[in-house]
């Protein structure tokens, strides 16, 4: 069985994750979205929130997992019995950072390997930060995420005021 494993922040889920996330669940038996605990970070969403968004918004994908991980990540692909790690490039801006990775990865198992999906033109912008902020001054968010994660949005900035 082939299992690819896409990693990420998700802080929170963009249109530009839904089409990566589609887009390369047919390129394998089992797709695992897999959510960084990251303690160093203070995201906008609970690692529990990012998760439900996660399920919420990939319900109908049926070879599409989701999970969470910490540590390194060659280890969790070893414990998922996966070789592949999916990563979006959206611009060249993308590439400096997402080589370093791969490589990173590879050098410490060389049975991983990571496949970069060019994203889609019209998300090539797009970004969580880039949501969040627009989202934090109450701007339009229709063209970046799902209505379900909009009113999470929402919800989060009407708590904040
Ligand atoms: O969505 P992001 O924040 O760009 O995702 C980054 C992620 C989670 C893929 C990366 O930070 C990661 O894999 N972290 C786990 C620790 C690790 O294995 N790092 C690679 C060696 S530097």
């Not at 979205?33 to 996660?54: C, G, H, Q, W, Y």
Request: no cysteine; net charge negative.
């Amino acid at each position: 069985m082939k299992v690819g494993v896409y990693p990420g922040s998700f802080d929170p889920i963009t249109l530009g994750h839904i089409d990566i996330i589609k887009r390369s669940s047919k390129l394998f038996d089992k797709l695992i979205v897999a959510v960084l605990i990251n303690s160093a970070k203070t995201p906008l969403f609970s690692v529990e929130e990012r998760v439900n968004m996660l399920k919420e918004e990939t319900l109908f994908l049926e070879n599409v997992e989701i999970d969470v991980f910490s540590g390194l990540l060659v280890d969790y692909m070893e414990k998922q019995k996966a070789t592949a790690i999916v990563r979006g490039l959206r611009a060249v801006s993308d590439f400096e950072y997402e080589i370093q990775l791969a490589q990173t990865n590879h050098s410490l198992n060389s049975n991983v390997d990571t496949v970069f999906l060019t994203t889609n033109v019209q998300y090539a912008f797009l970004s969580s930060s880039v949501v969040r902020e627009v989202a934090s001054f109450g701007g339009e968010l229709d063209h970046f995420v799902t209505s379900n994660v909009e009113s999470k949005l929402r919800e989060k900035f009407k708590q904040e005021d």
